[in-house]
């Protein structure tokens, strides 16, 4: 029967490659959370953008009901890699009420104007961003 001699060196051959699975696991952790923060990112800037789409068709049926006392809004306005809605301008007494969205990619926010008065000044008691109309 042969005798085999423990080799010098086994303990250091597991500790390197324990020591190199958890390094591999970090390693490909901090990828993952670096994927998910530029998502992130990505969403918060097309976030930014479609806000800025909204504010700019609120300032386009401003400027169209200045002109027009009777523009009714209702239409679609595509401006840069997205597009905004005007949606048909309610009256509740003297109150008018301006309901825009922008769209970028599927982001969507929305903006909410109310008129106090339109002329010789328009005169807005409201503009604020909301979640639902």
């Known amino acids: 029967m042969k ?5 010098k060196g086994y303990i250091a051959l ?3 490659l324990v020591l190199g699975f958890v390094g591999l696991t970090i390693t ?10 530029s998502e992130m990112s990505l969403e918060i800037v097309k976030g930014s953008k479609a806000r800025a789409l ?12 200045k002109q027009d006392i009777s523009y009714s809004g209702d239409e ?4 840069g890699d997205g597009f905004c809605e005007i949606y048909p301008i ?22 909410k104007i109310e008129l ?9 008691s409201l503009w604020q961003e909301v979640d639902e109309f």
């Open 3 to 7: 005798k085999y001699k423990y080799q």
């Open 14 to 16: 597991i500790s390197v």
């Open 28 to 37: 490909v952790s901090y990828m993952l959370l670096g994927l998910n923060s």
């Open 54 to 65: 909204a504010n700019a068709c609120g300032e386009v049926a401003l400027k169209n009901l």
């Open 76 to 79: 679609t306005i595509n401006l």
């Open 90 to 111: 309610e009256i509740n007494g003297t109150t008018r009420i301006i309901k825009v969205e922008g769209n970028i990619d599927g982001v969507v926010r929305r903006v």
């Open 116 to 124: 106090n008065e339109i002329n010789p000044d328009v005169l807005e």
